[in-house]
């Protein structure tokens, strides 16, 4: 018999526990034709801001040992051309749509996202983008992201659950000395669930010209060389909060998403992958099933979190 | 254009000269729907390292195999000149906009896409391909492409200025010349034809006196003997195709404004996706930021904002 694959995050029902991470996927249109986009479980979608986003200087992306670092800056068209040209492509495909949202400014502008887009049936779910590296630079080097605050983070995720109905995602950031603390104050603020993680803020420098590889000098690790710590935040954080968390960083293959899972991932999200290979995910959703037969598991929740110690 | 990832078997692979190399990969899928101007993009080896794919400029292209020519630069180029005939490489491609001409009909019909801005004014026009170094890998395409135009009376039409830093690096001379282009060269330390940049060369062409500098326009009646080859209200006729580093392409742009002729020039960026979803090879333009896998990485040279 076909294990169970189907999971669930707040009130959203996933046919399988595998995702593609927010930034990583454009808003799928770009992906079309190079993978099966129906058999996927949600796209997370690049986030969006209120108003349009022109995003950092080039070079945005450089590649670093089994990874990469990237600063586009959240560029975006903003909320209500998304609405308008990008929703209704997503929608097509029939797979759940997770928009993810994040702030220029404070705590109202998020508010003011998770309440326009509400209303929008064709909108599964919110993730709160509290942790993107890419936006702070420069003069304010110093300033703070939402989700290196606990008081925050609560706050914002608190403001947002009483405008919204949908499932609320909370991303948090690994660079934090402790994310447990930072986890449990979302789901103290009303979050459904967690993504975790973000980028880990990295530099790299080109010493022929003795600039950094990056326009704007830091930029967020991503792939298999950031793996190690995302899996051992999502231990941490699962030992401490009884909200699903969805996992990321690195994964590349089966393995990989696997070992998220028996950390205590309810469910996986495939990222810097998707630009490797496109087919990843759809290889990772076939690679679980077998794993799952194979072990004579009859369902994907009896994995999560299951890890021998 | 359908974008296609497939398992391309290597028919051939071997070194051309100094650290070149080109590499015939079998590839009908995307092969057969590929335009000059146009990617690919490879996995190269199948591990962490390294990790990302990387694009290449379509050298040429038939019904059923793609031909790439490519400098080792590092870890990646160099791996990829190791790979022996007959194992397969990662595909994704064709990639990207190409370059805008009037394309062959017969070409045309077996095609589903039609280029961006087919004006048709490549048609009897002098067309002008400037290629700095590497720069040369997708202007063969082209090339090749140009002389089948049922229009293109005359092969002599086509002019093609290679620069590079020395001789040992000027390449493709051969096969410009088997097409019948004209070939001018210009290298950075005088080794080999003109000494200076393939840039200044151009504008020496495109402003000097003496028709005998030139390529012979008289052929086909477009200029009678000892008439100015080119000035600013006959230029209006010529294009321009160029591929090349920044600082060549920012100086052909000027040309472009100088001499009022307009110009489509390849640009080179690193890629992460090379499919248009990271974001992360853009350039600005006059209309804000443009992905160079996705709107380029052709463009027209009036509308990259360089500095």
Same mark, same amino acid.
């Given at each position: 018999?076909s ?6 995050? $707040?009130?959203?029902e996933l046919?399988n526990p595998?995702m593609?991470?927010?930034g990583?996927?454009g808003?799928?249109?770009?992906? /079309?034709g190079?993978? *099966? ?9 690049? @986030?969006?801001?209120l108003?349009?986003?022109q995003g950092?200087p080039a ?7 089994a ?23 997503l929608?097509?495909?029939g797979?759940? %749509?997770?928009?993810?949202i ?38 304010k080097?110093?300033? =703070?992201?939402?989700?290196? *605050? ?5 706050e914002?995720?608190k403001? %947002?659950?009483?405008? @919204?109905?949908?499932?609320?995602? &909370?991303?948090l950031s ?8 930072i ?6 603020? $009303?979050?459904d669930?967690?993504?975790l ?9 080109d %010493?022929? &010209?003795?600039k ?7 930029g967020? +690790? ?8 995302? %899996? ?6 699962? /030992? ?27 469910a996986?999200s495939?990222? &810097?992958?998707?630009f ?17 037969? =194979? ?9 999560i979190?299951s890890?021998?110690? | 254009m ?9 028919v051939?692979s071997r ?13 009908p ?13 490879v996995?190269?080896d199948? *591990?962490y390292?390294p990790l ?5 400029s379509?050298?040429?292209a ?5 031909e790439?020519?490519y ?24 990639l ?13 019909r077996g095609?589903?896409? &039609?280029?961006r801005?087919?004006?048709g004014?490549?048609n009897?026009?002098r ?7 590497? $720069?040369v ?5 082209l ?10 009376v005359v ?15 000027? +390449?493709?001379v ?11 060269i210009?290298?950075d330390?005088g080794?080999?034809g003109?000494k200076?940049k393939v840039?200044?060369?151009? /504008?020496i ?22 008439e ?23 100086a052909?742009?000027?040309i472009?404004?100088k001499?009022?002729?307009p ?13 248009g979803?990271?974001m ?9 930021f443009?992905?160079?896998? /996705?709107e $380029?990485?052709v463009?027209?040279? *009036?509308?990259?904002?360089f500095?």
């Open positions: 018999m294990p169970r694959l189907n999971i669930k995050i $707040g009130r959203l046919k595998v593609v991470a927010s990583t996927f808003y799928g249109e770009e992906f /079309k190079l993978l *099966d986009l129906k058999k996927l479980g949600a796209i997370v979608t690049k @986030t969006i801001t108003n349009p986003r950092n070079p945005r992306t450089c590649e670093t040992p990874g990469m670092l990237n600063s586009i800056g959240l560029e975006n068209p903003g909320l209500e051309k998304f609405i308008t040209e990008k929703l209704p492509v929608n097509k495909t797979v759940p %749509v997770i928009v993810s994040a702030s220029e400014g404070g705590r109202e502008e998020f508010v003011e996202l998770a309440a326009g887009l509400d209303r929008l049936k064709e909108v599964a779910a919110v993730e709160l983008n509290i942790s993107c590296p890419n936006i702070i630079h420069g003069n080097a110093r300033a =703070k992201l939402i989700a290196q *605050d606990a008081q925050a983070t609560y914002t995720v403001a %947002v659950r009483k405008v @919204t109905r949908k499932t609320l995602i &909370t991303k690994p660079n934090v000395t402790d994310i447990s603390e986890a449990l104050a979302a789901e103290r603020g $009303g979050s669930a967690l993504s993680i973000n980028t880990l803020v990295g530099m790299s420098i %010493v022929k &010209t003795r950094p590889k990056i326009a704007v000098a830091t967020g +690790l991503s792939g298999p060389a950031v793996r190690p710590i995302a %899996v051992r935040m999502v231990w941490e954080v699962y /030992k401490q909060v009884k909200i699903p968390i969805i996992g990321m960083g690195g994964i590349m293959d089966t393995a990989s998403a696997l070992e998220f899972i028996l950390a205590g991932a309810s996986i495939v990222g &810097t992958a998707n490797v290979n496109p087919k990843a995910a759809i290889e990772i959703i076939a690679g679980i099933k077998e794993y799952l037969i =194979k072990n004579k598991i009859s369902d994907i929740r009896r994995l979190g890890l021998k110690i | 359908k974008i296609l990832q497939c398992k391309a078997k290597i051939s070194r051309i000269q100094g650290d070149y190399y080109k590499i015939v990969l079998a590839s899928e995307i092969a057969a729907g590929a335009l000059p101007g146009q990617f690919i993009s996995k190269i199948g *591990d390292q990302l794919r990387r694009p290449f379509i050298h040429r038939n019904k059923r195999e793609l790439i020519l400098a080792v630069v590092g870890e990646g180029t160099r791996l990829l000149s190791q790979k022996k005939p007959g194992k397969h490489l990662d595909v994704i491609g064709p990207g906009n190409g370059f805008d001409y009037e394309r062959p009909l017969d070409v045309a095609r589903r896409s &039609t280029p801005r087919c004006s004014q490549a009897d026009g067309l002008i391909l400037v290629a700095g170094g590497m $720069g890998a997708p202007l063969l395409f090339a090749e492409q140009l002389v089948c135009r049922p229009s293109s092969r002599k039409n086509i002019l093609v200025l290679l620069g590079a830093k020395n001789k040992k690096e000027v +390449l493709c051969k096969e410009f010349k088997k097409l019948g282009c004209e070939v001018k210009s290298t330390n080794s080999m003109f200076g840039t200044d060369l151009l /504008k062409l495109l402003t000097t006196n003496d028709p005998s500098t030139w390529f012979d326009f008289a052929h086909h009646g477009s200029l009678g003997a000892g100015r080859p080119l000035d600013v209200t006959r230029g209006r006729r010529t294009t321009i195709y160029a591929c090349g580093p920044r600082p060549m392409l920012r052909i742009s000027h472009s404004l001499y009022n002729i110009a489509q020039i390849s640009l080179e960026e690193h890629m992460s996706c090379a499919i979803a990271c992360g090879c853009v350039v600005g333009t006059l209309q804000g443009k992905r160079v896998c /996705k $380029g990485p463009f027209a040279a *009036d509308e990259i904002i500095w």
